[in-house]
C-alpha cells in the first residue's frame, strides 16, 4: 500500500505540491492526471525517491521514503521501477541486453538473468526482437522492451510517465492493454501520470485529477466522470460545448445495466413535453460504458422534468 499525507515540495521557494493526500492499495491501477505545470510528474518523483520533499509523509508498505538513505533507497527502487515517455534504451546494445541490464548492474547470475528475458519477452510479446537493436524497432516495440526492463527485477510498483504521449492511437491502446494484462497476471500497482483523459478512462481504476500543486477532484473513474464536477469540465474543456440560450441544458447520464437509455422516450410519453437533443457520446471506461445526452428544455417545463429525473435515479447535471 501507498500512503501519501499532506505531501509539500518546493523549489526555490515556489510550492509546487500542497498538501497532496493520496491512498493507493496494492494491485490498483492508478492514474494521477493534469495538465502540464499542475505537479504530477514531481509527485511521481517523489514516489520513487528521485526528489526528496519538504514536509508531509509518502509510506510504501509503512516504510517512509524520507527517512531512508542512499543504500536503502537503491534497495527500495528494486520495487518502485518506471517508465518513460521517450523509452530510453541503450542504442548500441540488443533487445535482449537492454532488458538484462538492471539485473547484470546487480550481478544477477547469467542464467537466471536469461531465463528472465525470455519470460519477459513472452509477457510483452518481443520474443522475436531480442537480438535486434532497438533503432530496428517501432516505437510502440520500443516502449514494450522499456516494459520489460523496468519488470526485470520484479517490482512492486510500476510507475508510468506519460508513457503513451508519443504514440499513435492504435499503439497507445497496444500499450495500454498490455499495461492491464501486466496488472491482472503479475499483481503489480500500476501508477499512470497523464495529461490524456483517454488514458485514464481505458486503464485506471482510480483517478485524482491535480491542479496547480493540488488535488481538486479524485476517486473512482467511473464516479468522476458520473458526477461531472466542476474541476473536471474545467479540464476537459466541457465548458466549450454548444448550448442553447433558449430554455434550460441537462446533461442526461446514461448508465450501462438500467433503464436511463429510455429515459428519453419515457420523458416524452409520461411527462407530454416537448425539448431539443443538442448533442451526446458514449465514452468507455475499462470495461464500462458510460452515455451522456444534452438536452434542452422549455424553462416551464425544467421543475417537472428534474423532479422526474431524480425520482427514477437518473443522474443528470444542469448546464447554467
Same mark, same amino acid.
Given at each position: ?6 505531501l ?18 496494492d ?7 493534469g495538465k ?8 511521481l518523483?517523489?514516489l520513487?525517491?528521485l526528489?526528496s ?15 531512508l538513505?542512499?543504500?536503502?533507497l537503491?534497495?527500495l527502487?528494486k ?11 541503450l542504442?548500441r ?26 519470460e519477459?519477452?513472452e ?11 532497438p ?7 520500443k ?28 499503439t ?16 503489480i500497482?500500476?501508477i ?11 486503464v485506471?481504476?482510480k483517478?485524482s #485529477? =491535480?491542479? &496547480?500543486?493540488h488535488i481538486?477532484?479524485?476517486? $473512482? @473513474?467511473?464516479?468522476?466522470?458520473? !458526477?461531472g464536477s466542476?474541476?473536471?469540465n ?7 460545448i ?40 458514449v465514452?468507455k ?5 458510460l452515455?451522456? #445526452? =444534452?438536452? &434542452? ?5 425544467i421543475? $417537472? @422534468?428534474?423532479e422526474?429525473l431524480? !425520482?427514477?435515479h437518473?443522474v ?5
Amino acid at each position: 500500500m501507498i500512503e501519501i499525507n499532506n505531501l509539500k515540495k518546493s523549489f526555490d521557494g515556489l510550492e509546487v505540491l500542497k498538501g497532496i493526500n493520496i491512498t493507493i492499495e496494492d494491485g490498483e491501477i492508478y492514474g494521477l492526471v493534469g495538465k502540464s505545470g499542475s505537479g504530477k510528474s514531481t509527485l511521481l518523483r517523489c514516489l520513487n525517491g528521485l526528489e526528496s520533499y519538504s514536509s508531509g509523509s509518502i509510506k510504501i508498505n509503512g516504510i517512509e521514503l524520507n527517512s531512508l538513505d542512499k543504500k536503502e533507497l537503491k534497495i527500495l527502487r528494486k520495487d518502485v521501477s518506471m517508465i518513460f515517455q521517450h523509452f530510453p534504451l541503450l542504442g548500441r546494445k540488443t533487445v535482449y541486453d537492454n532488458i538484462g541490464f538492471p539485473m547484470k548492474c546487480w550481478k544477477y547470475d547469467k542464467k537466471i538473468i536469461d531465463n528472465r528475458i525470455k519470460e519477459l519477452a513472452e509477457i510483452v510479446g518481443i520474443t522475436d526482437k531480442l537480438n535486434q537493436k532497438p533503432t530496428t524497432l517501432s516505437g510502440g516495440q520500443k516502449q514494450r522492451v522499456s516494459i520489460a526492463r523496468a519488470l526485470s527485477m520484479n517490482p512492486k510498483i510500476l510507475l508510468s510517465d506519460e508513457a503513451t504521449s508519443a504514440l499513435d492511437p492504435t499503439t497507445t491502446a497496444d500499450i495500454l492493454q498490455l499495461l492491464r494484462e501486466i496488472n491482472k497476471k503479475l499483481g503489480i500497482t500500476i501508477i499512470v501520470v497523464t495529461h490524456q483523459m483517454e488514458v485514464i478512462r481505458e486503464v485506471c481504476q482510480k483517478v485524482s #485529477l =491535480l491542479e &496547480n500543486g493540488h488535488i481538486v477532484t479524485s476517486g $473512482k @473513474v467511473d464516479d468522476i466522470f458520473l !458526477n461531472g464536477s466542476k474541476e473536471l469540465n474545467r479540464f476537459l474543456g466541457n465548458e466549450e460545448i454548444f448550448r442553447s440560450s433558449n430554455g434550460v441544458n441537462l446533461r442526461i447520464m446514461l448508465l450501462e445495466n438500467d433503464d436511463s437509455k429510455q429515459i428519453i422516450s419515457k420523458i416524452a410519453r409520461d411527462l407530454d413535453v416537448d425539448f431539443s437533443i443538442l448533442g451526446g457520446k458514449v465514452d468507455k471506461y475499462r470495461d464500462k460504458h458510460l452515455g451522456s #445526452l =444534452l438536452i &434542452n428544455f422549455h424553462k416551464k417545463d425544467i421543475y $417537472k @422534468v428534474k423532479e422526474y429525473l431524480t !425520482n427514477k435515479h437518473i443522474v443528470w447535471h444542469s448546464l447554467e
